[in-house]
């Protein structure tokens, strides 16, 4: 059976699955990524109607799954203002993806400067060390 990781991107860095879960196929990784993302909106809709759930296997994404494409709660509206919603929060993500880069990208900066000079300068997100190791 193969292995599906999962990343969460959220317009702030994210979260991705290092372990992965494994599923009968593609189909069956399709819904268990709906099942997560119903259960990650719950009741926070407007909060986390910008995030995109991405799909893997094998290091391949075979698919994303936008949150906002299976909210409910914008059933009300017509076809048209639901695609103006669904366009917004796609640029809102992108754009806060665009901000953690730039951010991370200055930290980095800052962190490579210091080194440079000699002086110490410990800087990590998410537990890593900000300065990539080329």
């Not at 109607?49 to 494409?69: D, K």
């Amino acid at each position: 059976m193969p292995v599906y990781t999962f990343k969460l991107r959220d317009g702030s860095g994210g979260a991705e699955d290092a372990t992965g879960v494994r599923l009968r196929d593609h189909d069956t990784a399709v819904r268990y990524a709906h099942d997560v993302v119903y259960e990650l909106m719950k009741s926070r809709e407007l909060e986390t109607r910008a995030w995109c759930l991405e799909v893997y296997e094998s290091g391949s994404r075979t698919c994303e799954i936008p949150f906002v494409s299976v909210d409910t709660s914008l059933d009300h509206l017509t076809p048209k203002l639901r695609t103006m919603v669904e366009g917004l929060s796609e640029r809102k993500r992108l754009l806060g993806d665009a901000i953690h880069a730039v951010k991370t990208t200055i930290q980095e900066s800052r962190a490579l400067v210091a080194r440079s000079r000699g002086k110490p300068y410990v800087a990590s997100r998410h537990g890593k060390s900000v300065i990539r190791d080329t």
